[in-house]
């Protein structure tokens, strides 16, 4: 059982490069979210996605992109990469659905480290 | 809006014996969960407890528990018999009813356990 995977797990780009950072999920969960953790920090928010289809801002989306491809898939791109997105980026998933907070854990995947030069 | 706070940046216990990471939290939300995560050294993120803001009963699961009380809004992870595998980093997260699909996580408390 898969769960939550990311690609690439570690990543150098230089100042100005683009990339993309991919999230599948086998567990049929609706909502997907990724997540940046910079030491001392957390983890905060840049995008998530309720359901297929939607997609909605976090706490830091500045500098980033997201698509929900279809349910299983949600990427994460770097249009032109900063120094300051240097992090470790976590995707993650939660089966919740409807206005409860009383289940849906995060599953998360196992992070990709980002460095940028 | 939503925080949380988490203000032992890093703590020592000694193996076998309890410890409390504490999670204070901020929120006008009239429901809410709140979780804890340990992340080991190795990166990933592992869920370890819940507890719901209408529960009557403190969440335990196995050797953690949760110490909630809600007038403080505090959420303290207790850790009972520690051992050398607890070592890692411990994230208090929230969830609230009027955005339920945003997840706010503190700045994390680093437990070192010694033999």
């Known amino acids: 059982n898969a769960g939550v995977t990311q690609t690439p797990k570690f990543q150098v780009l230089k100042t100005g490069q683009s990339m993309t950072l991919q999230c599948a999920q086998d567990?049929?969960?609706?909502?997907m979210y990724w997540y940046r953790q910079d030491p001392g920090m957390g983890l905060r928010l840049i995008y998530y996605?309720?359901?297929?289809?939607?997609?909605d801002k976090g706490e830091v989306p500045n500098g980033y992109n997201v698509s929900r491809l279809n349910k299983r898939e949600f990427s994460l791109r770097l249009e032109s990469a900063a120094p300051s997105q240097t992090s470790v980026y976590f995707c993650?998933?939660?089966?919740?659905?409807?206005?409860?907070?009383?289940?849906?854990?995060?599953?998360f995947g196992e992070g990709s480290r980002l460095t940028v030069l | 809006a939503q925080k949380i706070t988490q203000t032992q940046p890093g703590m020592f216990v000694q193996e076998k014996e309890a410890v409390t990471l504490d999670c204070t939290y901020d929120?006008?939300?009239?429901?809410?969960?709140l979780f804890w995560y340990k992340q080991p050294s190795s990166g990933e993120m592992i869920f370890l407890i819940y507890?719901?803001?209408?529960?009557?009963q403190n969440a335990t699961e196995g050797r953690y528990s949760l110490n909630f009380q809600k007038a403080r809004k505090s959420a303290n992870l207790v850790i009972s018999a520690s051992q050398l595998g607890d070592s890692a980093m411990y994230f208090c997260?929230?969830?609230?009813?009027?955005?339920?699909?945003?997840?706010?996580f503190g700045s994390g408390t680093k437990l070192n356990v010694k033999p």
């Open positions: 993650a998933s939660s089966e919740l659905a409807g206005e409860s907070v009383d289940t849906g854990e995060l599953f």
């Open positions: 507890q719901g803001s209408y529960d009557q």
């Open positions: 929120t006008s939300d009239p429901s809410y969960g």
């Open positions: 997260a929230m969830r609230g009813s009027y955005n339920f699909n945003k997840f706010y």
């Open positions: 567990m049929n969960h609706n909502s």
């Open positions: 996605s309720a359901s297929e289809g939607t997609t």
